[in-house]
């Protein structure tokens, strides 16, 4: 791995992420950290993520082969000009931003085109901060480069090479066609999140039926509108030539849809639905197109210690659980555990493990 030196500006739930990644797997490696809030930043040094934590000059990044910017794109833009000054020769800056026009555009105004590499690792959570990073987070998600057009081919090579090291899937693209594809399939389904639940706040009754009864689909196609409001008015902000050009595309979709329901046209209706399961289950036949979620449910006997008992048997048969929790409003089964797995082997081996107990599983 040619990059020995790796720097982390910003230390959130992406850097973070990254972060204690390549820790894991690349364990010599020097890790050069900053961030604006320092306890964060000791809390990293102390789990042994970060090697060098850097202060407020910058200047522990000057020996750094390759430098991420995990920060806001504004945030991002001041420091990448204190990091060209300091940067040694050889060095790259990437990003981790969902939206890359203005960062690419001030890179090339302001001659960095020959040593920025954008990124964007398409892994998330609605939860946020180093707290919640994990050193699996981009395992098996697409992390899509955009390099400037003056970026050495073997600099490219060499950050692929880092990232399929981690478990994660580089592909390199345009910068501009990146923040296309991403308006339709990552910043349109938020707003469409947000809509969908602020109808549902605006025409729910006093009695709060609507808020009460929401089951699995609602909050499944609902659970990205509990991300951070302000990262999304900045993507909003950032792309939103593009967003607006799908969001006009998916409301005459919309209209279609109305009027096949409105006119009751069954051959139209069952047209639209098996298209979309059709495209929709194609999609579990490419790595890293979809996130999958290892989880089982399983009916429960409501009654004290209950929740204890099966994470008492999966943890005595060596088996981690990513989370845990009674689900009460499924739309196919009520009152059940939901289990949350790492992986498929650790999914498998406690379905056999707690269907030969006795206990009664469903899995997607």
Not at 150 to 178: N, S, T
Request: aromatic share 8%; net charge negative.
């Amino acid at each position: 791995m040619k990059f020995q030196n790796i720097g982390f500006i910003g230390l959130g739930l992406i850097g973070g992420s990254v972060a204690k990644a390549i820790r894991r797997v690349y364990s010599d490696v020097i890790i050069t950290g900053y961030n604006r809030n320092r306890d964060v930043l000791k809390e990293a040094v102390h789990d042994g993520t970060v090697t060098v934590a850097a202060d407020e000059s910058l200047a522990a990044f000057a020996s750094c082969d390759i430098i991420f910017l995990c920060v806001p794109v504004v945030t991002a833009l001041r420091f990448m000009d204190r990091l060209a000054a300091i940067r040694k020769p050889g060095s790259i800056l990437s990003d981790v931003g969902s939206v890359k026009g203005d960062i690419h555009r001030y890179a090339e105004e302001h001659g960095m085109g020959s040593f920025f590499i954008g990124g964007h690792p398409m892994a998330g959570s609605e939860k946020t901060g180093y707290a919640n990073a994990s050193d699996r987070l981009v395992e098996n998600a697409w992390y899509i480069l955009t390099p400037a057009n003056g970026v050495p081919q073997e600099k490219v090579d060499d950050l692929k090479e880092m990232l399929d090291g981690i478990g994660a899937l580089p592909l390199v693209m345009d910068y501009r066609e990146h923040d296309m594809v991403t308006a339709a399939i990552s910043h349109l389904p938020h707003v469409i999140s947000a809509s969908l639940v602020n109808l549902v706040h605006d025409e729910d009754g006093p009695e709060e039926h609507m808020k009460m009864i929401a089951a699995g689909g609602f909050r499944d196609i609902t659970r990205i509108s509990s991300s951070s409001p302000q990262m999304w008015q900045e993507i909003c902000l950032s792309n939103p030539d593009n967003i607006c050009s799908m969001l006009d595309r998916y409301i005459a979709k919309l209209l279609d849809y109305r009027q096949a329901i409105g006119a009751r046209d069954a051959d139209e209706l069952l047209k639209i639905f098996t298209e979309c399961k059709d495209y929709r289950d194609s999609f579990g036949t490419r790595a890293g197109s979809v996130a999958r979620e290892y989880r089982i449910y399983l009916d429960l006997i409501d009654e004290a210690g209950s929740i204890a008992t099966v994470a008492t048997i999966l943890a005595v048969n060596s088996i981690s659980i990513k989370n845990i929790g009674i689900v009460h409003n499924r739309e196919f089964e009520q009152g059940v555990l939901r289990i949350l797995f790492y992986n498929e082997d650790s999914m498998d081996r406690a379905i056999d493990l707690l269907a030969g107990r006795g206990y009664i599983i469903y899995h997607d």
